[in-house]
């Protein structure tokens, strides 16, 4: 399994970003992906998941009615949608791919992607 993250980079408080991974290398027939962020010093943090099969969303409370996950599954490829943005969304972005459904430990995740930076200014 192969993930390509791309999309970050600086933004203003209150301004949009779209998060893209290009996942390869397999189907991903009853896959959970996933999106979690990471700053300095602190843990891998869930933001959002979405099922492969049916495109059944999950969000962490801090990005609820802000960010919508979805994913294209005739080109393999999982979203980001990023509104309203706030400072402490600044962090590294990663998508992660599970067999096996969604949870919100990044510890129950084996595939990740390299990571992309999001900023977010005052």
């Known amino acids: 399994v192969q993930l390509q993250a791309s999309g970050g980079g600086l933004v203003q408080a209150g301004g949009s970003l779209r998060l893209s991974c290009a996942a390869s290398?397999?189907?991903?027939?009853?896959?959970?992906m996933g999106w979690f962020r990471q700053t300095p010093g602190l843990e891998r943090e869930f933001v959002a998941g979405?099922?492969?099969?049916?495109?059944?969303?999950y969000y962490a409370d801090s990005v609820k009615g802000r960010f919508t996950i979805s994913r294209d599954k005739a080109k393999s490829m999982v979203y980001l949608q990023m509104n309203n943005l706030k400072i402490e969304d600044t962090a590294v972005y990663y998508c992660?791919?599970?067999?096996?459904?969604?949870?919100?430990?990044?510890?129950?995740?084996?595939?990740w992607g390299q990571g992309t930076q999001v900023t977010v200014s005052s």
């Open positions: 290398g397999r189907t991903f027939t009853n896959y959970g």
């Open positions: 979405i099922t492969w099969n049916w495109g059944t969303p």
């Open positions: 992660a791919a599970r067999n096996g459904g969604t949870t919100t430990n990044a510890n129950d995740w084996k595939r």
